[in-house]
């Protein structure tokens, strides 16, 4: 498609508008966490990493990134596993209810994180004692929590690349009489290795920072976004806040960055 010069200049000016809108404010932040002075004067007079410092040796926020690191990876294996089988079941079978399945797999990304939150929370406080299961909030129902949506992120990775490509060579492999596990090893693992990376992390770095489902569901559990949230009215505490956003966010765009990376392989193109 041809566009006017008067066009292009107006998309572009639009896309800065945009790109402005949505990266200034973390900019600002990132900038705000070497700012030295202790209430936030702005624009900063000089730039300091005494807060870095600082943070590095508040125990709270040491404790809250353990217990954030360590939520994400336990739910992002979970939805590794489940959502690659589940994957696996409705792109290469044809079974009565699959689509119906294939929505409801997708569904807790599309309903709002206070929806999900309280189902969860209601269902761990009220239904499962009633049955006689009393897991209690914690950790485990954390990790639940961000399975449900980290689950949807792998699945939607792997059953794209499942559909792009064919179940021909899957197939051939055990017609020339590879076993189950060596055709998976061998032909299928290699087709979804990218998209299981790219979900992964993707999954990862939306579990790192989460705070509404876990704010539910949490117990005592104190991951770094709760930790944030709890310390943002408290004056003294104001620098080291900004540090801990700054690192979020850093965390929070490299498995973006990686997953996009993976996501545009060239070499599973020619798969």
Known sequence: ????????????IFLFIVLGFLYIPLALELVNSFNPSRIG???????TLEWWGATWNNEGARNAFIESVQVAAIA???????????????????????????????????????????ALANAFSDV???IGIDIGLGLVTVVIGH??????????????????GSASMEEASMDLGASTWQTFRLVTFPQIRSALLAGGLLAFGLSFDEIIVTQLVRGGV????????NNLSRPNQAPVVNVVAALVILISILPVYFAQ?????PADSRI
């Open 1 to 12: 498609m041809t566009l006017s010069p008067a066009a292009r200049v107006a998309l572009r």
């Open 41 to 47: 004067i702005w624009p900063p007079e000089s730039l």
């Open 76 to 118: 992002t294996a979970i939805a590794l596993v489940l959502g690659s089988m589940i994957a696996f079941a409705i792109a290469r079978y044809d079974w009565f209810g699959r689509e119906s399945v294939s929505l409801l797999i997708v569904l807790p990304i599309a309903l709002p994180g206070i929806v999900t939150g309280v």
């Open 128 to 130: 499962l004692p009633v």
């Open 147 to 164: 399975s449900t949506f980290c689950l949807v992120i792998v699945y939607n990775n792997v059953i794209a690349r499942l559909r792009r």
């Open 222 to 229: 104190e991951t770094l976004p709760i930790w944030i949230y």
């Open 261 to 265: 990376k993976l996501s545009d392989d």
